[in-house]
């Protein structure tokens, strides 16, 4: 399993950015995927979750109407699309397998810095 993030940056407030996750290694679309986020001394959050076929999303509260989550099967890749971002999404993002349980082989996330 081998997962790649990208896109992250430093924006201000109210900004958007576009995650971007690489997948190989396994089976990817009979896996619903996630991306998680860590933020210093907290732990590691599921912030959206997308089934297999791309058909069922799912996401945390306080990213719900902000975010979006999809995915193309065709090229292994998941994305996260975050608009009105706000301080408290600082963090590293993550991609993986849903739900946590199931993930393994953490890529080396992308940082996302919101601030001005």
């Known amino acids: 399993v081998q997962l790649v993030e990208s896109g992250g940056g430093l924006v201000q407030p109210g900004g958007s950015l576009r995650l971007s996750c690489a997948a190989s290694g396994f089976t990817f679309s009979s896996y619903a995927m996630s991306w998680y986020r860590q933020a210093p001394g907290r732990e590691r959050d599921m912030v959206a979750r997308?089934?297999?076929?791309?058909?069922?999303?799912n996401y945390a509260d306080s990213v719900k109407g902000r975010f979006t989550i999809s995915r193309d099967n065709a090229k292994n890749m998941v994305y996260l699309q975050m608009n009105s971002l706000k301080p408290e999404d600082t963090a590293v993002y993550y991609c993986?397998?849903?739900?946590?349980?199931?993930?393994?082989?953490w890529g080396q996330g992308t940082q996302v810095t919101v601030s001005t």
């Open positions: 997308i089934s297999s076929g791309g058909g069922s999303t």
């Open positions: 993986n397998k849903a739900p946590i349980q199931w993930a393994a082989n």
